[in-house]
């Protein structure tokens, strides 16, 4: 049974750090493509990064340069690291994980994720 569970949110003043785990089980994790997601009450899920099996990464517009996503194959782990957080980053983060390569560096859709995490809270205040 595929597991996906994430940590490491919390409330940070704007300007401030976190960092997100995600930890796989029952996953083929060095194989597949994955990613993050976030989610504001009453909006749809949208992808902030993707990271492929090797550890490239891409990632939305509005976060390049200020979150980078790294995968220890050994633990089974992604680590988002989120610098320079602003308000607008507020909403809750779903790791993701599909069971297919993924085809270049394009941003994930929600239709295409066969696990989702149970979420970490962000909250990001002025």
């Known amino acids: 049974q595929v597991k996906l569970v994430e940590s490491g949110g919390g409330s940070v003043q704007a300007g401030g750090t976190l960092r997100l785990s995600c930890e796989a089980s029952g996953y083929d994790f060095s194989s597949y493509c994955m990613g993050w997601f976030r989610q504001d009450p009453g909006k749809e899920r949208e992808a902030v990064v993707i990271?492929?099996?090797?550890?490239?990464?891409g990632y939305a517009y509005s976060v390049q340069g200020r979150f980078t996503l790294s995968k220890d194959n050994e633990k089974n782990t992604l680590i988002l690291e989120m610098n320079s957080l602003k308000p607008e980053y507020t909403a809750m983060y779903y790791c993701?994980?599909?069971?297919?390569?993924?085809?270049?560096?394009?941003?994930?859709?929600?239709?295409?994720?066969?696990?989702w995490g149970q979420g970490t809270q962000v909250t990001v205040s002025s």
């Open positions: 993701a994980a599909t069971i297919f390569r993924c085809y270049g560096l394009s941003l994930l859709r929600p239709h295409s994720i066969a696990y």
């Open positions: 990271i492929d099996n090797v550890g490239r990464t």
